[in-house]
Antibody
Framework: EVQLLESGGGLVQPGGSLRLSCEAS????????MSWVRQAPGKGLEWVSG????????YYADSVKGRFTISRDNSKNTLFLQMNTLRAEDTATYYC????????????WGLGTLVTVSS | QSALTQPPSASGSPGQSVTISCTGT?????????VSWYQQHPGKAPKLMIY???KRPSGVPDRFSGSKSGNTASLTVSGLQADDEADYFC?????????FGTGTKVTVL
């Protein structure tokens, strides 16, 4: 059974940093591209970032480019999102999800971790 | 990277059909046949319902179907059931990134 478990969310002040993790199990992690998708409270989904299975290719939404960094450790089946210079508008539940590299859809999703940016 | 446009709400009685539109541009929906649809119940993670415009993952009932014409994709839910009441989001590849729709709340009357 595919499982994705996010962690690392919490309350952070504007301008601060946070690192999210997503531990994967139930599939061969290194063969799957992965993504982060966020959802502000009461709002819609927003694609944030994606990374290839090898980690050699990364992609970002304009809203986070230059502030967020996606990475992965295939030896530990773990996906990361380093978030710097956080803003109030980054407040959201962050989901990690698989990302089909050829057809660009997300089949498996985690339960999400809440990030709150507030003073 | 603007969000795809969906109607805020849609509704139907049990057994009826409802169709949700998802309008993009020639930079996303109009160019790529990589449109997917997700169902989200309150407080839950999204669930993949349709990918590649009209394909259903294993386990998704054939009451759910997808199509596309030009810059607009559509999701049709036939034979509405109480459990279909949820938020639905479309998504399209837009050249190295994905973009999501604004979301549609489906109410089963």
């Amino acid at each position: 059974e595919v499982q994705l478990l996010e962690s690392g969310g919490g309350l952070v002040q504007p301008g601060g940093s946070l690192r999210l993790s997503c531990e994967a199990s139930g599939f061969t992690f290194s063969t799957y591209a992965m993504s982060w998708v966020r959802q502000a409270p009461g709002k819609g989904l927003e694609w944030v970032s994606g990374i290839s299975g090898s980690g050699g290719s990364t992609y970002y939404a304009d809203s986070v480019k230059g502030r967020f960094t996606i990475s992965r450790d295939n030896s530990k089946n773990t996906l990361f999102l380093q978030m710097n210079t956080l803003r109030a508008e980054d407040t959201a539940t962050y989901y990690c999800a698989t990302w089909d590299w050829n057809n660009y859809y997300s089949h498996y999703w985690g339960l999400g971790t809440l990030v709150t940016v507030s003073s | 990277q603007s969000a795809l446009t969906q109607p805020p709400s849609a509704s139907g009685s049990p057994g009826q059909s409802v169709t949700i539109s998802c309008t993009g541009t020639s930079s996303d929906v109009g160019t790529y046949n990589f449109v997917s649809w997700y169902q989200q119940h309150p407080g839950k993670a999204p669930k993949l319902m349709i990918y590649d415009v009209s394909k259903r993952p294993s386990g998704v009932p054939d009451r759910f179907s997808g199509s596309k014409s030009g810059n607009t994709a559509s999701l049709t839910v036939s034979g509405l059931q109480a459990d279909d009441e949820a938020d639905y989001f479309c998504s399209s590849y837009a050249g190295s990134i994905n973009v999501f729709g604004t979301g549609t709340k489906v109410t089963v009357l």
